[in-house]
């Protein structure tokens, strides 16, 4: 049985203390960027999961400066780090994560090729590149996914969702920012996998879920806004199928209410979502 457990990390925005405030569904709390960084540091340092996870938008002006500074603090939380690059990380003319794995080469950014990664148990990980349009906006940067492993679980790490899912957030009053350019053959591809599939993303500053056939897709809650959260993730391949538990803890009150704590279930070719969670605590 193959397991991993991990400490994820969505939309920090890094960026310098005299950035005023901001506001997207809730409050930006850009000038205390720092102060929310290195609580999540602390939370992950305390915690026992085996590596941290990032999903884009680390800085907020794509400073690779600031973004090695962040990542070497997060060093002392001692754990592996694998992340993705958000529109925020990535400009026209610099990639602040391209330069932050120059500086830091202990950091994984994975690419479309999926390879069994040791961070998630063995399990086949693969990653969403991106880049800034000449044209305007953000596209995915490469062509699509290489060696799809067969029928066994892929886990997709992308900043944007691969599912679309803003009439959802449309319904609950809820703004949803840009999409991703190009996204259209991944997303095809992805459901032409023949085993269970998971898309963990950031972006849209909210915890939400999609399914979508074989595909599960979770949104994790920022560090930025509401609910200030670091969420602790396990996946686990067992005799009956793949589980996903995610657990949202707030480091500071929340605005809104969030699940605690979800358990997933592929079981006959589907995903479901248990009910009553509370019995299989994750322990990450």
Request: overall charge neutral.
């Amino acid at each position: 049985m193959a397991a991993a457990r991990l400490a994820v990390i969505a939309d920090s925005h890094l960026c310098s203390p005299g950035t005023p405030y901001g506001h997207w569904n809730d409050r930006l709390l850009l000038p205390e960027s720092w102060t929310l960084w290195r609580e999540a540091v602390d939370f992950v340092a305390a915690s026992a999961a085996e590596a941290v996870m990032l999903l884009g938008d680390v800085t907020n002006f794509a400073e690779p400066d600031l973004l090695v500074r962040g990542l070497r603090e997060l060093a002392r939380a001692g754990r592996p780090v694998i992340a993705v690059a958000g529109n925020h990380d990535v400009e026209p003319v610099r990639d602040a994560l391209a330069a932050a794995k120059q500086a830091i080469p202990a950091l994984t950014v994975p690419g479309l090729t999926p390879s069994p990664s040791p961070a998630f148990g063995g399990l086949h990980v693969a990653g969403v590149p991106i880049r800034a349009s000449r044209q305007g906006g953000h596209v995915l940067d490469g062509d699509e996914l290489h060696d799809l492993p067969g029928d066994r679980p892929l886990v997709m790490i992308s900043h944007y969702p691969i599912l679309d899912i803003e009439a959802d957030l449309t319904r609950q009053h809820l703004r949803h920012p840009d999409h991703l350019g190009g996204v259209g053959p991944l997303r095809r591809q992805l459901h032409r996998h023949r085993g269970p599939g998971v898309v963990l993303h950031g972006h849209v500053h909210r915890h939400h879920a999609a399914r979508s056939g074989r595909l599960l897709q979770l949104s994790m809650a920022p560090l930025i806004e509401s609910p200030h959260a670091v969420t602790l993730l396990t996946l686990r391949t067992e005799p009956d199928g793949l589980n996903v538990d995610r657990e949202t803890v707030p480091l500071r009150a929340a605005s809104r209410p969030t699940p605690a704590l979800e358990h997933w279930m592929f079981q006959d070719g589907r995903w479901t979502l248990d009910p009553t969670p509370s019995a299989r605590r994750p322990q990450p």
